[in-house]
């Protein structure tokens, strides 16, 4: 993969426990106004038809419905991102490993 790609995938759980007509959302928060890097990445599920009315998101291409916030995409190139599922108190949880921390300290290279 060259240091511009990214691969996003989804596992076996992830995909059962997803409804039918919902796509994962991977969105971008900004969380400062001096440096346009610095955010945090969340990860949830919304109706499909939602997803496609919202600007800010792209489909990314493959059969799984993941969208992406245009903002994100810098963040994962170079990348190949795995989102998962579980349950927990019969809660659905979607995750990735993503590093926790996309602040400013992932900016200048200092992930924990």
Same mark, same amino acid.
């Given at each position: ?12 759980? +992830? ?21 346009? @890097? =610095? @955010? #945090? +990445?969340?990860?949830? +599920?919304?109706?499909? #038809? ?29 990348? #190949?991102?795995?989102?998962? =599922?579980?349950r927990t108190?019969?809660?659905?949880? $979607? ?7 996309? @602040?400013?300290? =992932?900016? $200048?290279?200092?992930?924990?």
């Amino acid at each position: 993969m060259n240091r511009y790609d990214f691969d996003v995938r989804m596992t076996p759980a +992830a995909r059962d426990m997803l409804r039918s007509g919902e796509a994962l959302i991977l969105d971008w928060h900004r969380m400062a106004v001096c440096c346009a @890097g =610095a @955010g #945090e +990445a969340s990860l949830y +599920a919304m109706r499909e #038809e939602g997803a496609r009315r919202r600007k800010g998101l792209v489909r990314l291409k493959g059969e799984a419905p993941i969208y992406a916030a245009r903002a994100i995409f810098q963040h994962l190139s170079g990348r #190949e991102v795995v989102l998962d =599922a579980k349950r927990t108190l019969g809660i659905r949880r $979607f995750t990735s490993n993503l590093p926790t921390d996309f @602040g400013l300290r =992932a900016v $200048f290279g200092r992930l924990p």
